[in-house]
């Protein structure tokens, strides 16, 4: 298990900084909300694909003991903890969990823009 040695909320470009000795990932807002290790996220044995999560922002952290960090969106969500273990498997294996997500949405023909998702809800 990999502690970060360094963790830096951007709130203007919306991302988490997680720094590991010389080696840097930025962690969109978005991206960890849609990742988010919650059972409201996760289900039950299903993910449950999060849509609308364009605009989200991350507007606190706090360590969860010596083991995890609570992460809080200003959507309101702030149930799930990201243990040390599952945001370094985030910050290594972004590209590919963020085309997989796209693809879902997609293929659910879902948007990530929040108004968007109104609008088909509607129709």
Do not use: C
């Not at 990999?2 to 978005?30: C, F, N, V, W």
């Not at 409201?40 to 922002?57: D, F, M, R, S, W």
Request: aromatic letters at 8%; a negative charge.
């Amino acid at each position: 298990m990999l502690i970060p040695t360094s963790i830096k909320l951007h709130k203007a470009s919306r991302t988490l900084e997680l720094q590991y000795g010389a080696d840097s990932y930025l962690l969109p807002a978005e991206f960890l909300r849609v990742h988010s290790p919650s059972a409201e996220v996760q289900g039950h044995g299903k993910p449950i694909l999060q849509t609308g999560k364009l605009n989200v922002a991350l507007i606190g952290i706090e360590p969860a003991g010596n083991y995890a960090l609570k992460l809080t969106f200003d959507d309101g969500h702030d149930s799930g903890l990201f243990t040390w273990d599952y945001l370094q498997q985030l910050a290594l294996r972004q590209d590919e969990l963020w085309r997989d997500y796209l693809a879902e949405l997609a293929a659910a023909g879902k948007s990530r823009d929040p108004a968007e998702s109104v609008v088909r809800l509607m129709l």
